[in-house]
């Protein structure tokens, strides 16, 4: 049977499906009566809602998020939105399926992204924030992680390509504040451009997103923070007072505490990065919810992260 794609199911309502999808979420929810299963499925095209009614808890041990399932169920519309009811799964091994079928990824041109990201990186004068951006990005294998990884595991920019679409729109938004306010562009800049730089090894994305070992303990404020000083510490009479501002604007830039923020922003170029990478995560998280949600649906699935839905009528 033809594999289906995410973006097709809308054609096959009311249809039993046969394919096979990446599970990306799994969560085991108690029911009215018994455990149901509901899980989020991937593909290159998007993503889905599906539930698994019957033997939830048997099944459920069958599989983890990041395995390929092969899912036998029908397509409906609960609340005007795709969802799958889920009769029969298959776990499969990775030479039954085409992983390049399953991999979500940046829809803009990369190519593009990064030759706008690279003038950004050349408009800088400082020149020891320019020997400390060239430094990094000359890497190869940074470079070749970095325009590849996703940016998120599940809230925003959660495919292949979005830490390079995510870093370059935060630069923009600060690009553009920096005419606005008294704040040094040459370092805000540097710090919009490094700032989640340490995803690059936050995330085991092969197949699916996770965290790896790195990222579950140690995380990527840290990780880039160490990149940071390890370049900085090959380059002559790297001012301390300027290593000093970027290491904080990078270990600030959640914003809180409670957001896994490291420090809390204490300059002005430091708020600023906050405020910015905060605007397009939750922009770019809100429009990814409800471009998952049905076409002619008046709002979108329930936004668990922001407890609310988004109308789209």
């Known amino acids: 049977m033809k594999r289906i794609n995410v973006n097709d199911l809308a054609n096959c309502i009311n249809q039993e499906i046969d394919s096979y999808f990446l599970v990306v979420e799994k969560d085991l929810r108690q029911g009215n009566k018994d455990f149901f299963l509901r899980l989020k499925l991937a593909d290159k095209s998007g993503f889905v809602v599906a539930n698994i009614w019957k033997n939830a808890t048997v099944k459920s041990d069958m599989f983890e998020v990041g395995d390929v399932l092969q899912i036998k169920g029908m397509v409906i519309k609960y609340n005007k939105n795709i969802q799958i009811t889920i009769n029969d799964i298959y776990p499969l091994e990775e030479k039954e399926y085409d992983l ?104 085991d994305s092969a197949i699916g997103i996770d965290f790896s070992d790195e990222g579950r303990l140690i995380g990527h404020f840290v990780l880039v923070d160490q990149m940071i000083t390890e370049h900085a510490s090959k380059i002559d009479l790297f001012p301390k007072e300027l290593l000093m501002k970027l290491r904080h604007m990078v270990l600030a830039h959640h914003g809180e505490y409670d957001k896994g923020s490291v420090r809390l922003p204490q300059t002005l170029e430091a708020h600023l990065l906050h405020l910015a990478d905060n605007m397009d995560a939750q922009v770019t998280g809100v429009k990814q919810i409800i471009e998952a949600s049905s076409d002619n649906s008046k709002w979108s699935e329930f936004d668990k992260l922001n407890q609310k839905f988004y109308y789209k009528g």
């Open 100 to 203: 390049a079928e399953l991999i979500p990824a940046s829809k803009k041109d990369i190519t593009e992204l990064t030759d706008n990201f690279f003038e950004y990186v050349d408009s800088i004068q400082n020149e020891y924030l320019s020997q400390l951006l060239k430094a990094i990005f000359d890497n190869k294998q940074i470079l070749n992680l970095f325009i590849s990884s996703p940016a998120a595991k599940g809230w925003h920019h959660n495919y292949a390509g979005g830490l390079l679409e995510h870093t370059l729109t935060v630069t923009k938004i600060c690009d553009f504040a920096c005419a606005l306010y008294p704040v040094d562009r040459d370092l805000t800049i540097t710090g919009a451009i490094l700032h989640d730089l340490g995803k690059i090894y936050e995330y």
